[in-house]
């Protein structure tokens, strides 16, 4: 359906030489879709009747008539090679897996859409990749277009979180050890006090 269908075209000759032929074409219900046109678009599905008509010369008519069948195309089918992670710690490079639709006329159109969870958006490619620099959801969402105009829509959710392991890891940790104090009549004059540093932190974004 909604696609155009161009009728073969044919010759008819008798004893006088070439003669005019009429094209027809009428759906199931015997209702004309066309007027003399060697094409036409079927809007809806079904069998339809292809009806050719010479007029001889000695006004003698002859046809010829032949049927075919008009479905409405399915909906492209999204075909993802590989997978997507679903937990994912922030930071890490997060892949997109290959990504391509098809549908009855062949290869569909694909975009894919990165929504993060600000509500931010853009169009990342097949077989791209994408750092996350804050946690939350992060939504892809695949729209594949056929060429009839039908679209399949796909969202796949990514969770990204802060790795616990790399907080502590990254952390700094501070101890102060009291090496000595000076004590006069019972009061603390003096304290000589160590800090020591452990471990670095890094703000992660």
Do not use: H
Not at 48 to 53: L, S
Not at 99 to 114: H, Y
């Amino acid at each position: 359906t909604n696609i155009t269908y161009t009728v073969p075209n044919v010759l008819a000759i008798d004893s006088y030489g070439k003669v005019y032929v009429t094209i027809k074409v009428f759906d199931e219900n015997g209702i004309r879709q066309n007027s003399n046109a060697r094409s036409f678009t079927p809007s809806v599905g079904g069998t339809y009747i292809i009806k050719y008509v010479a007029n001889g010369i000695a006004s003698e008519i002859e046809s010829l008539t032949y049927t075919i069948n008009v479905k409405t195309l399915d909906k492209p089918e999204i075909q993802i090679v590989g997978d997507f992670p679903v937990g994912i710690y922030l930071n890490d490079r997060i892949n997109i897996p290959e990504i391509t639709a098809f549908d009855e006329l062949g290869s569909a159109s694909v975009e894919i859409l990165l929504v993060r969870p600000d509500g931010s958006a853009s169009v990342i490619a097949s077989n791209d990749s994408f750092v996350p620099k804050s946690e939350g959801t992060y939504s892809i969402i695949i729209t594949a277009t056929g060429k009839d105009g039908q679209t399949t829509t796909m969202t796949k959710y990514i969770t990204v979180t802060v790795n616990p392991n790399q907080i502590m890891n990254n952390s700094t940790v501070i101890i102060i050890t009291v090496i000595s104090v000076l004590v006069v009549a019972g009061v603390i004059i003096a304290a000589v006090l160590m800090k020591k540093k452990t471990r670095e932190f890094k703000q992660i974004e």
